[in-house]
């Protein structure tokens, strides 16, 4: 059997698979639809703004992904910065400081909230330890009703509007009432700790960086992957189908459905029953620097229904704008009335619409922008209703090394670059321990 392993996607799970396929001395061909690489991570430069269109913070947690960029030797280009996060309420912004002195003086919610609080901290204190990446069993534990229930069986109305729907809405783009309360919680250990990092020049230079010097196809679209006996038969759009000795499909699920109809019928279970939240990304490159030192504001749903949150992308990363101008990214609910009914309209009626809904934190920003970027995102997450983290679970155990075609993506069991970044490094390694075992067979055999 060849070495060769077909990856469909060059997403950052794609990209990390090929590499490390690569790395065990297979040779993986990776096939991407798009003329460019990294998937849901883009980075552009426009005059003297570096702008990250799709995936943008880049969380402490992500530990994962940063000793993939050490390891690859981007470490010298991976940033670290300490800045705050602020929440709007009631048309005013607080600044909250990382620690429990933060927490314990913001005017964000009242005394008796805070007190109230303590609960939902000791019940993810009990449960940190299933609140990982790359095993679904512990948080699968937990799924077992909606955020909104949650909230209303132990906290109060406060605490759901302003806490629970800010962190689910402002990092994963869903409502208390769809998503799983495993969610919340996975959500307060990943996203609690200080600090964001960043990549110099772009977060698309991960993607870039892995899949340098390997066979990347460009342009290419996958129609159909096949597991034929130990092999798998990938067919692009016009080609005539190619054998590999395995596949590792990276996209999203509806078109992993598409493309691949053995699916087994837990894992369309999982994929079918999946939807994905969507975003307007609408980027402002500044003649000079808003005075909000926050990296990040998010936006409690209660406050608006479009306003998701704003990212300092200045602050976030450094060298994503000169020292005296700003680069702001206005992010809004792609799944709310307002973004539905403008679906298709020209970039600047959402330009208009994200500078009125910032106008009450930033004042008006129309005479200051230089150069701008609206990136609209159909599929930016999945939506983590309650069940998915069981059907994530029983998906996992379903997984056989021996199967010719093998997955990875947003599923592990969150969604996100370093998720993608564990998940790819998991479908890699399935297939490099086939290929091994197939490699000791044939050498007994030939005996
Ligand atoms: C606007 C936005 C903001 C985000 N913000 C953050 C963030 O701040 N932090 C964070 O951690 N995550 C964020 N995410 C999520 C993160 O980007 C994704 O979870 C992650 O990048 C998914 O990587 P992936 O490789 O699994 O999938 P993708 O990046 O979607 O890669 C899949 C690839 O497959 C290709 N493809 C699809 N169909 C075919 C086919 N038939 N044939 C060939 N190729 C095909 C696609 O073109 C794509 O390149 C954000 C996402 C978006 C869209």
């Given at each position: 059997m060849s070495d060769r392993v077909a990856i469909v996607g060059a997403g950052i799970a794609g990209a990390t698979a090929a590499y490390r396929a690569a790395e065990a001395g297979l040779q993986p061909v990776v096939f991407e639809r798009l003329d460019?690489?990294?998937?849901?991570?883009?980075?552009?430069?426009?005059?003297?703004?570096?702008?990250?269109?799709?995936?943008?913070?880049?969380?402490?947690?992500?530990?994962?992904?940063?000793?993939?960029?050490?390891?690859?030797?981007?470490?010298?280009?991976?940033?670290?910065?300490?800045?705050?996060?602020?929440?709007?309420?009631?048309?005013?912004?607080?600044?909250?400081?990382?620690?429990?002195?933060?927490?314990l003086s913001t005017k964000y919610i009242s005394t008796a909230s805070k007190l109230k609080a303590l609960k939902l901290g000791?019940?993810?204190?009990?449960?940190?330890?299933?609140?990982?990446?790359?095993?679904?069993?512990?948080?699968?534990?937990?799924?077992?009703?909606?955020?909104?229930?949650?909230?209303?069986?132990?906290l109060n109305d406060e605490l759901h509007e302003y806490?629970?729907?800010?962190?689910?809405?402002?990092?994963?783009?869903?409502?208390?009432?769809?998503?799983?309360?495993?969610?919340?919680?996975?959500?307060?250990?990943?996203?609690?700790?200080?600090?964001?990092?960043?990549?110099?020049?772009?977060?698309?230079?991960?993607?870039?960086?892995?899949?340098?010097?390997?066979?990347?196809?460009?342009?290419?679209?996958?129609?159909?992957?096949?597991?034929?006996?130990?092999?798998?038969?990938?067919?692009?759009?016009?080609?005539?189908?190619?054998?590999?000795?395995?596949?590792?499909?990276?996209?999203?699920?509806?078109?992993?459905?598409?493309?691949?109809?053995?699916?087994?019928?837990?894992?369309?279970?999982?994929?079918?029953?999946?939807?994905y939240s969507a975003l307007v990304n609408v980027s402002l490159g500044l003649a000079t620097r808003p005075q909000i030192p926050a990296a990040y504001v998010l936006v409690a749903p209660c406050e608006s229904d479009e306003l998701i949150g704003v990212i300092a992308d200045h602050v976030k990363a450094p060298g994503r704008a000169p020292d005296h101008k700003g680069l702001i990214t206005i992010t809004i609910d792609g799944r709310s009335a307002w973004a539905q009914q403008h679906d298709g309209e020209p970039d600047q009626v959402f330009i208009d619409k994200a500078l009125e809904l910032i106008r009450p934190y930033y004042g008006d920003l129309r005479d200051q922008i230089e150069e701008h970027n609206v990136a609209r995102w159909p599929q930016v997450v999945p939506v983590n209703a309650t069940g998915y983290f069981k059907r994530i679970a029983a998906y996992e155990q379903s997984i056989n090394d021996r199967d010719p075609v093998h997955f990875a993506g947003d599923l592990d069991p969150v969604a996100g670059l370093n998720a993608a970044c564990v998940s790819g490094d998991k479908a890699a390694a399935r297939v490099v321990r086939r290929a091994a075992n197939t490699r000791r067979r044939t050498t007994v055999g030939a005996r």
């Open positions: 460019r690489v990294g998937g849901r991570i883009n980075s552009i430069r426009k005059g003297d703004f570096v702008f990250d269109p799709g995936a943008s913070v880049f969380l402490p947690s992500y530990s994962h992904a940063v000793e993939l960029i050490k390891e690859i030797g981007l470490g010298a280009d991976l940033s670290h910065t300490t800045a705050n996060a602020a929440f709007p309420r009631n048309g005013q912004l607080h600044e909250i400081p990382y620690g429990l002195r933060g927490i000791i019940f993810m204190l009990r449960n940190q330890k299933h609140l990982g990446y790359g095993d679904s069993s512990g948080i699968a534990a937990l799924d077992t009703e909606s955020v909104a229930d949650y909230c209303s069986r132990e806490v629970a729907g800010m962190m689910v809405r402002g990092t994963w783009l869903s409502s208390t009432a769809e998503s799983s309360v495993g969610l919340l919680l996975w959500t307060l250990k990943n996203v609690g700790a200080p600090g964001l990092h960043g990549i110099r020049g772009g977060n698309v230079r991960l993607p870039q960086k892995l899949l340098e010097g390997l066979e990347v196809r460009l342009g290419q679209t996958v129609t159909n992957v096949t597991a034929d006996g130990d092999e798998a038969v990938v067919t692009c759009e016009g080609s005539d189908p190619e054998r590999f000795s395995a596949c590792i499909i990276t996209t999203p699920a509806d078109q992993a459905v598409a493309m691949y109809p053995q699916m087994s019928a837990v894992q369309r279970k999982l994929y079918d029953g999946i939807a």
